[in-house]
């Protein structure tokens, strides 16, 4: 008899630890998925500043480097910009002015993001032949951002900015 309680005795707390780890472990799936859920609503607060982007007549120094990119044929870049106040996308974009020779002026500033709307890969800036080119498969896109040349059949994208006093930040796809 005293065999039978001590093992009835043993089940019982042997059922307690299972209960108290599968518990466990149910706390912490909830605790994550809930976490999940309350951060897909509410998302970080824009408490981070955007990257300021100071411009000159040098050229476009990367926030990221630090290093002063030279305006070549007025298109400087590319550099890497955090598009969400959390950082957590990042996107190669060059600064273009639209006439080359005119002025470091808001309307006459575009931003590019350098991936290329075909499969995504990262496009250059060709100076000399005046157009954006993708490496991957030949895709070319005039100054205005326009394809000149598939297979993309989609402009680049242009990223809306505001500049004051010679500082741009970047705000993201038009
Ligand atoms: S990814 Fe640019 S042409 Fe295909």
Known sequence: MAVSA???SRAVSRN???LAVLGGVSTVIGVFYVGTI????????????????????QGVTDPG????????NGVAGPFYYPTVPDKSVVVGV?????????????????VVEQTCTHL???VAWV???NRFECPCHGSQFNRDLSVSHGPANSPLYEHDFQLKAGTM???GRK
Do not use: H
């Open 6 to 8: 001590a093992g009835s």
């Open 120 to 122: 995504g890969c990262p």
């Open 94 to 110: 060059f600064v273009e002015k639209i006439k080359a020779a005119g002025p470091l002026a808001a309307d006459n500033l575009r």
């Open 127 to 129: 100076a000399s032949d």
């Open 169 to 171: 930040t970047i705000l």
């Open 16 to 18: 307690r630890f299972m």
């Open 38 to 57: 309350l951060r897909y609503l509410y998302p970080k607060s824009s408490s981070t500043p955007p990257l300021p982007v100071s411009l000159s007549d």
């Open 65 to 72: 480097t630090q290093a002063v990119l030279p305006f070549n």
